[in-house]
């Protein structure tokens, strides 16, 4: 394949920026003459950029040192053009930035040598910041744009891997946004969100609403502030239910259901790539790991749902730690679905006070913890 019109097979089609270097964009430090405010790929320094080689030194246990943001575009030309997002992320960027001097829990130790950042502005070429903006043309180059459509293929990928960390940007948009819908109402921010919530690790979907909670500067004080929140898994189908239903109701009434800048995206994007993400994610063998995520019964209703519906026989281990059960009843399908499961963390879930008869399902456990 010619480079100077697509990218290699081997070639990275997202660039990773470097939370450090972010930092300091919002401190005046680099690109002074930016006032805060993010540039695009076409103008993303090289020292802006972490590279594969440098992640793969990171000392984080299992967890990966890449983090992707889900978040809203406050104007159509530029997501952020008052630089408003980037300082709103500074305590996330200073936090990565801790943990890679002081290890994630501020012992030392689960040293990452950097942290990478999925922002799409600046990892994937942007349409009129080549050679200027035409309505009727792409004025990326064919490489650039052969780089953006593999990247935006791929993307579900950085949502959907378990042991990335997906940033969800759930704060009210800046005041004076161009756009300023809510990330709930925005057809890509549910895909984000929901894709994440499949089959991550539980402290890797992040709600950043929970930042004023934070106490500390470590990683994992971020961490203890940002886990509550998360979605339980939703089947393809009841995604795609979802997603044109809400559809339908913008279309209907203005404000009252989700939308997408262009439609195309949701039946050509967004719905197979969730499908194609999902199958592919609960295919896979390794634990379910839903702790601290706050749920109460219809989180774990909707869950035992999914499984039913896309069963996962090979899942040993489960971890709703931290949840709010009320009814042992609302684990009962998860029983019947789980069967092969020899361990089972029901810690700290607060309400629960007993089992379902169908406990009786698991003839593996060998591991059950009900402690608070």
Not at 7 to 36: F, H, Q, Y
Not at 98 to 124: N, R, T
Not at 259 to 286: H, S, V, W
Not at 335 to 356: D, I, Q
């Amino acid at each position: 394949t010619d480079d100077t019109v697509s990218p290699s097979a081997t070639e990275a089609c997202t660039d990773l920026i470097d939370p450090a270097w972010l930092v300091d964009l919002a401190n005046g430090k680099v690109m002074p003459e930016r006032n805060g405010v993010v540039p695009p790929w076409q103008q993303v320094p090289d020292e802006a950029k972490v590279s594969l080689s440098t992640l793969r030194r990171s000392e984080m246990g299992y967890k990966l040192p890449v983090g992707v943001l889900s978040y809203g575009w406050a104007a159509k030309g530029h997501p952020d053009p008052t630089g408003s997002l980037l300082q709103r992320l500074k305590p996330v960027l200073e936090a990565m930035v801790h943990s890679c001097e002081h290890g994630i829990f501020g012992d030392g130790d689960q040293k990452p040598a950097a942290w990478g950042i999925v922002w799409d502005y600046m990892s994937l070429p942007q349409r009129g910041r080549t050679t200027g903006y035409d309505k009727d043309k792409d004025d990326r180059t064919p490489y650039e744009q052969a780089r953006f459509i593999k990247g935006l293929k791929s993307i579900n990928v950085w949502y959907g891997h378990p042991l990335v960390t997906t940033l969800i940007c759930d704060f009210p948009m800046p005041e004076g946004a161009l756009n300023s819908a809510p990330i709930e109402r925005r057809g890509w921010c549910i895909f984000e969100r929901r894709l994440s919530s499949v089959r991550k690790d539980g402290n890797c979907c992040l709600n950043l609403s929970g930042l004023a909670r934070v106490n500390g500067p470590r990683w994992l004080d971020l961490v203890i502030a940002c886990t509550a929140g998360r979605f339980a898994p939703q089947a393809p189908d009841a995604f795609e239910a979802m997603l044109k239903a809400g559809m339908e109701r913008e279309a209907a009434e203005a404000g009252s259901g989700f939308r997408f800048t262009n439609g195309k995206d949701a039946t050509a994007i967004c719905i197979p790539q969730y499908k194609e993400g999902f199958l592919r994610l609960m295919a896979k063998e390794g634990p379910l790991i839903f702790q601290e995520c706050g749920w109460g019964d219809a989180e774990v209703a909707e869950l035992s749902a999914t499984l039913r519906e896309v069963p996962c026989p090979h899942v040993v281990t489960l971890s709703l730690r931290g949840s709010r059960l009320c009814s042992a009843e609302a684990l009962s399908g998860i029983f019947c679905e789980l069967k092969a499961l020899t361990s089972l963390g029901l810690y700290n879930c607060k309400g629960l006070t007993a089992l379902p008869n169908t406990i009786g399902e698991l003839k593996a456990l060998r591991w059950l913890n009900m402690s608070s």
